[in-house]
């Protein structure tokens, strides 16, 4: 069974930095994208950043610039790196992985998503 397990998140002042980390187990192959989601109260969640297998990112357009994904295939793992820290950063944030899979001898093909429980990243002085 995978398991995603996140660690990391705490409260931080505004203009801070802080890292939140994640790491996979149960899993006998390699997910093929890996990332961040946030969700406030209130507010649906949301894509932060994501990483492929080849390195490639993506982010929110409110975290470019502030954030950096990082992953390592070898150990299984997932890290953000957040700066310049503001209060519209507190949200829960959720580790996301995902592999995408073959249904059918045509190649049709579906993407299986897994999540962690998420920590709590709070801004505030």
């Known amino acids: 069974q995978v398991q995603l397990v996140e660690s990391g998140g705490g409260l931080v002042q505004p203009g801070g930095s802080l890292s939140v980390s994640c790491v996979a187990s149960g899993n006998r192959f390699s997910f093929d994208s890996m990332g961040w989601y946030r969700q406030a109260p209130g507010n649906q969640r949301e894509l932060v950043a994501s990483i492929t297998s080849d390195g490639v990112t993506n982010y929110a357009a409110s975290v470019q610039g502030r954030f950096s994904i990082s992953r390592d295939n070898a150990m299984n793992t997932v890290s953000l790196q957040m700066g310049s820290l503001e209060p519209e950063d507190t949200a829960v944030y959720y580790c996301?992985?995902?592999?995408?899979?073959?249904?059918?001898?045509?190649?049709?093909?579906?993407?299986?998503?897994?999540w962690g429980r998420g920590t709590l990243v709070t801004v505030s002085p």
């Open positions: 996301h992985a995902d592999r995408r899979v073959v249904i059918n001898v045509e190649g049709a093909y579906k993407y299986l998503e897994y």
